[in-house]
Nanobody
Framework: QVQLVESGGGLVQAGVSLRLSCAASGRTFNGYAVGWFRQAPGKEREFVAALDLRGVSTYYADSAKDRFTISSDNAKNTVYLQMNSLKPEVTAVYSC?????????????????????WGQGTQVTVSS
């Protein structure tokens, strides 16, 4: 199994950047796809971005394509989500998740049910 711990969230003003981290322990990330999801109060959890470390391919939700970047540091067994020019509407709890499922196409990576391992989440609050 793999254990995931997110960090890097906080309360920030609109326009600044944040980098979220998802650190893995127990196993290396190399055999997994790692996704970032977020859930705002009163809303359903939604996909943000994914990185398949088996092929180093990335996938983004339309809302994240322009300002978010997912990346990894294999030496640190950590996946990052760089978020730039933050807006209040991205306020949510951000969670990372790992999946050993081999996805065919973007549609699979955005499905929360495909991810077996989840972190506890980190709060991102953007004030206007």
């Amino acid at each position: 199994q793999v254990q995931l711990v997110e960090s890097g969230g906080g309360l920030v003003q609109a326009g600044v950047s944040l980098r979220l981290s998802c650190a893995a322990s127990g196993r290396t990330f190399n055999g997994y796809a790692v996704g970032w999801f977020r859930q705002a109060p009163g809303k359903e959890r939604e996909f943000v971005a994914a990185l398949d470390l088996r092929g180093v391919s990335t996938y983004y939700a339309d809302s994240a394509k322009d300002r978010f970047t997912i990346s990894s540091d294999n030496a640190k067994n950590t996946v990052y989500l760089q978020m730039n020019s933050l807006k209040p509407e991205v306020t949510a709890v951000y969670s990372c998740a790992a999946s050993s499922v081999y996805c065919v196409g973007y549609g699979c990576y955005k499905l929360a049910r495909e991810y077996a391992y989840w972190g506890q989440g980190t709060q991102v609050t953007v004030s206007s």
